[in-house]
């Protein structure tokens, strides 16, 4: 696929249409422990796919399906302080376990804004949600990625033993880093690095901008927060006698 002249479209079909062209290219794709290892020096070309989940656990398990019938694994970073989805509910733990038994390696996706605006200490707070992390998937969590980062945060280049960040560009020096960020890539689409012939990748995609039906960011966002109520509401209904009949949510814009 080449999307030169023509408007990126984020969709499932994509996705599979950019794992296909990594596939075919001839990429290996890496975890960010083998990149810490002997990946690079290994040769050949690589990937490190990486998603951040923000938003939606479930978005999550519809990509890392999707991956995992064509033989991919990723990282997936999730997040113990989302403003949207509880990690240690019944719903968000049954699908953490299910990104795992897919075959795909978990990292943490750190809020840096929680700490740096506040008195906490960062790498405390760090090594803390990783304990947490790693007890609630029963191995130790070896990459963090920070949410939103400030250039304060990266600047710090934090760098914990064992362990990679993501921003630090010293981890991952050999490595071309582009980002989905609210569906806009800033430089090059990944179509373009790949036809280019760049050997070493480092992919981050969203898969709630991917795995979302709209070309609207919008209604993406609805969509998640939808998901994310029927999931809360299963539970709901099944343990909360006092919590009536079954709703669906309806989300309207004020401006
Ligand atoms: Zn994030």
């Not at 999307?3 to 990429?27: H, I, P």
């Not at 939103?148 to 560009?169: C, E, F, H, W």
């Not at 999931?231 to 009536?244: D, H, K």
Request: one cysteine or more.
């Amino acid at each position: 696929m080449s999307n030169k002249g023509k408007k990126f479209r984020f969709s499932r079909d994509t996705f599979v249409e950019l794992l296909l062209a990594l596939k075919q290219a001839e990429y290996r794709f890496l975890s960010f422990e083998d990149v810490q290892g002997a990946g690079v020096q290994l040769g050949g070309k690589s990937c490190v796919l990486r998603h951040d989940v923000d938003v939606s656990m479930d978005f999550a398990l519809d990509m890392a399906q999707l991956e995992n019938e064509l033989g991919v694994r990723a990282t997936y970073f999730v997040m113990l302080r989302s403003p949207l989805y509880n990690l240690m509910s019944r719903h968000a733990s049954e699908r953490l376990a299910q990104l795992v038994s897919l075959g795909h390696h978990i990292g943490l996706h750190f809020d840096a804004g929680f700490v740096l605006d506040s008195e906490k200490d960062l790498e405390r707070e760090l090594v803390f949600e990783l304990g947490v992390l790693s007890d609630l998937v029963g191995d130790s969590i070896r990459a963090f990625s920070f949410h939103q980062p400030s250039d304060k945060a990266i600047r710090m280049r934090v760098a914990l033993p064992g362990v990679i960040n993501t921003y630090n560009p010293d981890q991952l020096q050999e490595y071309r880093y582009i980002s989905d960020s609210n569906r806009v890539w800033r430089e090059v689409d990944p179509f373009d690095l790949i036809a280019s012939g760049m050997k070493h990748l480092h992919i981050l995609l969203h898969p709630v901008w991917w795995m979302c039906s709209s070309e609207n960011v919008y209604d993406c966002w609805d969509q998640a927060i939808n998901r994310n109520f029927e999931s809360t509401q299963i539970q709901l209904l099944s343990t909360e006698r006092a919590f009536g009949p079954a709703r669906k949510l309806v989300l309207t814009r004020l401006s």
